[in-house]
Structure formats: structure tokens, C-alpha cells
């Protein structure tokens, strides 16, 4: 058995996760005392998280320099940084060995790629990617870096489940189809 | 009282309407027998349908002539054509002297903005649409035309309504924050 690799994000309904300057206060829109959107649940489902550098310093400089909790093994991607702290380890090999390592250390958990769209675009076209959560927040961005980049190989999806939230927030759930 | 201009389409998930190649048969995908998605009833509430040029030609060279009932007024965007036939017009003036046009004509009705990704920037482009209705195909296309093209305003949207068939398709219904 292996591990369910889940891409789990927010894009605004335009597909943007950011804008080109790395803005995400869109999601400001949607954030709403006591409304998590089932981020804690998901996360304590969560045993692994790949997310590439420049995410992980967006998230670290927001003043959490260990944003995840310490039962879960966090892998950032980077080509310059190396080594590991605490629950951080930098990986500069290719995303399948890293696939593997996980594998081999562990099974049946989930594995979640918090971005950002190099990241995904990696995971998408290397067909690794099982499971798609997007949180579509109700606003048309313009421009910024999208969620799916063109050119990744075209997949068939199938629909776990949709939620819609008093926000105007709209969650879908997907099933990767392989092949 | 003016009318209401709706934008109202098919995306895959990533946000494409077509193919590069205006190819549009991954809509087969959630082509079920007795299943319009409530594309009659939208049809009832609608008194013009507006669309581009290569939308109508496409339209028109699947055997249908005149794909749009005779109590639809239907006004074709295009430099080239002129004149009139039936209950189509070309029309190659301003978007906004056509939606003056209309909205001298007649009031409390819906417009339909049929297509394709030109005149849907367009109309965003100039403010002029109210509501958006997307039916969102569960697939990655992964390359096309996109629905919302970079560089369309940025707009605040409000969520109307979500539903999800068991196709797959969920269908969302915002209307556009003004401003």
C-alpha cells in the first residue's frame, strides 16, 4: 500500500492561488471566526507535507517558523537548502525518490502538497497527484499564478463531493483518474 | 430597469472552454440522456443571446442554422459580417451601444453571453456582466481557451448557488459585485 498524495489549496474562481507578487489576502474574504473549512480534520488525516521553497518561506515569515504540527514529517523542496530541523527536511532529489523514501518509511497515511504552482505543476505532470481539495473562493483575481499552469497533461477527475459554505466559499473534492 | 447580462458556460475544472483547437468534446464526458444540466429552463428566462463570430460559425457547422428559438433576439459580435437573417443580427458596433440598444428595446429580461473567451473578456472588461453560471466539468484539460483570460478586472463575486450532479458536473451561480 501506499500513501494518498492530496492537493490541497485555495484559488480564487479564476484559478489563481496568489497574485504575481505573492499576495494571498484574497482569502481574507472567506475568513470567518470558526470556520476552518475542514482544514483542521483534513490535516489530522495528514502524516506527511511536500511544499516548495518559496511557500515555506511565505509561511515562515509570517512568524511560524514550524508551521506544522510536529507529528507531521515536512518536506520543502529546494535546490539550495540543505539538511534538516526539527520536523523540517530540505529535499533537493527528484520528487519520485522522495515519493519512495515516504513509502518505504511509511503506508496507507496521507501525503499533502501545499504548493505552490511549480509544486503542483511537478506533482501533475510526473502523475502523481491522487486526490484534488480546492477551496474556490468567490472572486475573479485577474491575474497571479495559477493553481493548474497550461501545458500539464489532461486527466479525468471524478467527483468525491462539493460543499458550499456561507462565505460563498465552494469546496470540491476529485479523484485523480490514472492512466 | 435594465436587463441582466449572464454569463453562462462550461469549464473544465482548469478553466478552459475549449481546446486550442475550439475542440469541445470533453463535454461528452457529462452527456447524460434527460440531464440538461437546467439549460432549458435558463433558456425559458432568456429574451437575447449574444456571442462572437467564431462561437456562432462553430454552432452553425454542427447542422443547426439557427440554434437559438425564434423568440430569442440572437446578435452575432463580428467586424465582418452585416445585416440580418431571421432572428440573427451582426452587430459590429460597441458592446455598449448594443447592450443600450437592448436595453431600449426591452427591460427584465436576461442576456444571454453565449461565447467564446473574446467576448466573455470583453464583457468583463467593461463591467458589464451581472451573473455568472458555470457548469465545471470534472476534468484537467490541461491547455485551451481559457474561460477568464490574465488581465480581466478583478472582481469581488457573491455565490448564488452550488449544485453537483451525478455526472460529476458541479455547477456554480455567482452574481458580479459592481464596482
Do not use: C, H, R, W
Given at each position: 500500500m501506499k500513501n494518498t498524495v492530496v492537493v490541497y489549496i485555495a484559488m480564487s474562481f479564476d484559478g489563481y492561488i496568489a497574485t504575481n507578487d505573492d499576495d494571498i489576502s484574497f482569502l481574507d474574504a472567506v475568513a470567518i471566526e470558526?470556520?476552518?473549512y475542514g482544514?483542521?480534520?483534513f490535516m489530522e488525516s495528514?502524516?506527511?507535507v511536500?511544499?516548495?521553497?518559496?511557500?515555506?518561506?511565505?509561511?515562515?515569515?509570517?512568524?511560524?517558523?514550524?508551521?506544522?504540527?510536529?507529528d507531521k514529517q515536512v518536506y520543502v523542496l529546494?535546490?539550495?537548502?540543505k539538511g534538516?530541523?526539527?520536523?523540517i527536511t530540505y529535499w533537493n532529489d527528484s520528487l519520485s525518490s522522495l515519493l519512495q523514501r515516504i513509502n518505504n518509511e511509511q503506508?496507507?497515511?496521507?501525503?499533502?502538497v501545499d504548493g505552490g504552482s511549480a509544486v503542483v505543476r511537478s506533482f501533475l505532470e510526473e502523475g502523481?497527484?491522487?486526490?484534488?481539495?480546492?477551496?474556490?473562493?468567490?472572486?475573479?483575481?485577474?491575474?497571479?499564478?495559477?493553481?493548474?499552469?497550461s501545458g500539464i497533461p489532461s486527466k479525468k477527475l471524478s467527483l468525491v463531493q462539493s460543499k458550499s459554505f456561507p462565505s460563498g466559499l465552494v469546496q470540491v473534492e476529485y479523484d485523480v483518474e490514472k492512466g
Open positions: 470558526g470556520e476552518d482544514y483542521n480534520a495528514v502524516s506527511t511536500i511544499l516548495g521553497n518559496k511557500t515555506y518561506q511565505k509561511v515562515a515569515s509570517m512568524g511560524i517558523e514550524f508551521p506544522y504540527p510536529m529546494s535546490s539550495q537548502n534538516s530541523k526539527k520536523n503506508s496507507d497515511g496521507v501525503i499533502f502523481f497527484v491522487d486526490k484534488i481539495i480546492v477551496s474556490i473562493i468567490p472572486i475573479l483575481l485577474g491575474d497571479g499564478k495559477k493553481l493548474f499552469q
